[in-house]
């Protein structure tokens, strides 16, 4: 069983940056890869980024790749999404996620963070 908890979320000017922090509370962290997931208003929950559990391996969805990076700290059990030049197509809910596979569906991860909400003003 892990408990994930998202941070760092808020209100961020178009262009400005911000710093998700998602802490688990699992002793099994590492086993887990972790992905991050975003919902806005009215629209289904899509895939943003993901890493491998080692965090030797990670992937993004188009509109992410070179504005977004994902990281973690195993010894923190922690993941980070940091997000650069944002928009005002980037406010939604923001969730991290725990799975035993890497993917971009959000049905195959196992746990689920209660989401921040990342509001960018345009």
């Known amino acids: 069983q892990v408990q994930l908890v998202e941070s760092g979320g808020g209100l961020v000017q178009a262009g400005g940056s911000l710093r998700l922090s998602c802490v688990a509370s699992?002793?099994?962290?590492?086993?887990?890869?972790m992905g991050w997931f975003r919902q806005a208003p009215g629209k289904e929950r899509e895939f943003v980024a993901w890493?491998?559990?080692?965090?030797?391996?990670?992937y993004y969805t188009d509109s992410a790749k070179g504005r977004f990076t994902i990281s973690r700290d195993n010894a923190k059990n922690a993941a980070y999404l940091r997000m650069n030049s944002l928009t005002a197509e980037d406010t939604a809910v923001y969730y991290c996620?725990?799975?035993?596979?890497?993917?971009?569906?959000?049905?195959?991860?196992?746990?689920w963070g209660q989401g921040t909400q990342v509001t960018v003003s345009s």
């Open positions: 996620g725990a799975g035993l596979v890497l993917s971009q569906a959000p049905r195959l991860y196992t746990y």
């Open positions: 890493i491998s559990g080692n965090g030797g391996s990670t």
């Open positions: 699992g002793r099994t962290f590492s086993s887990y890869a």
